[in-house]
T-cell receptor, first 115, second 108 residues
Framework: DTEVTQTPKHLVMGMTNKKSLKCEQH?????MYWYKQKAKKPPELMFV???????INESVPSRFSPECPNSSLLNLHLHALQPEDSALYLC??????????????FGPGTRLTVL | DAKTTQPPSMDCAEGRAANLPCNHS???????VYWYRQIHSQGPQYIIH???NNETNEMASLIITEDRKSSTLILPHATLRDTAVYYC?????????FGKGTRLHILP
């Protein structure tokens, strides 16, 4: 099973709302990633978790708060977002977070609209 | 910044081989070449990767030049389902950094 699942598929939220995105994998991978993808642009790395610990934060604003409660789950908590945060949010996992970069498996993404 | 150069778009007739080029002239000795593709509104999908030698799997072949400064992804018999953006990526440290990719159109 090489599947990464993400919920919800679509999310619409106001600027004062708090919401969470969820990502799950059951491949035994120990590294998980969040990417943001704006329309017609390539994905951009946001966060990397390795063995449930945050190892990379690509200078992401604090209104995005990642959480890795266990090795299979990755959450992205959203609070006080701006309309420009509207994008496709992609989760990925890999066996390890290593040098050189390991093959990553992506979920289908959550399409977020901030009103 | 991405360290790869790809044509922004390409066309290929259905049933023919699609050859997607990528230049990576600043590649270092321990950096891998990865290819991913992204079908519209889906997550990126891993295709293949290599270091020095040519590689083949059930999806594609990867041809890397001897000096490693360029590579070609070959889809042997393109179908309409291969229409996607194809990303050639050189791993940087422990990250994959997506460039702009090539939008491949498969023509019926």
């Amino acid at each position: 099973d090489t599947e990464v699942t993400q919920t919800p598929k679509h999310l619409v939220m106001g600027m004062t709302n708090k919401k969470s995105l969820k990502c799950e994998q059951h491949m035994g991978h120990r590294a998980m990633y969040w990417y943001k993808q704006k329309a017609k642009k390539p994905p951009e790395l946001m966060f990397v978790y390795s063995y449930e610990k945050l190892s990379i934060n690509e200078s992401v604003p604090s209104r995005f708060s990642p959480e890795c409660p266990n090795s299979s789950l990755l959450n992205l908590h959203l609070h006080a977002l701006q309309p420009e945060d509207s994008a496709l949010y992609l989760c990925a996992s890999s066996q390890f977070h290593s040098l050189p970069a390991d093959t990553q498996y992506f979920g289908p993404g959550t399409r977020l609209t901030v009103l | 910044d991405a360290k790869t150069t790809q044509p922004p778009s390409m066309d290929c007739a259905e049933g023919r081989a699609a050859n997607l080029p990528c230049n990576h002239s600043t590649i270092s000795g321990n950096e891998y070449v990865y290819w991913y593709r992204q079908i519209h509104s889906q997550g990126p999908q891993y295709i293949i990767h290599g270091l020095k030698n040519n590689e083949t799997n059930e999806m594609a072949s990867l041809i890397i030049t001897e000096d490693r400064k360029s590579s070609t992804l070959i889809l042997p018999h393109a179908t309409l389902r291969d229409t996607a953006v194809y990303y050639c990526i050189i791993t940087r440290d422990d990250k994959i950094i997506f460039g702009k990719g090539t939008r491949l159109h498969i023509l019926p």
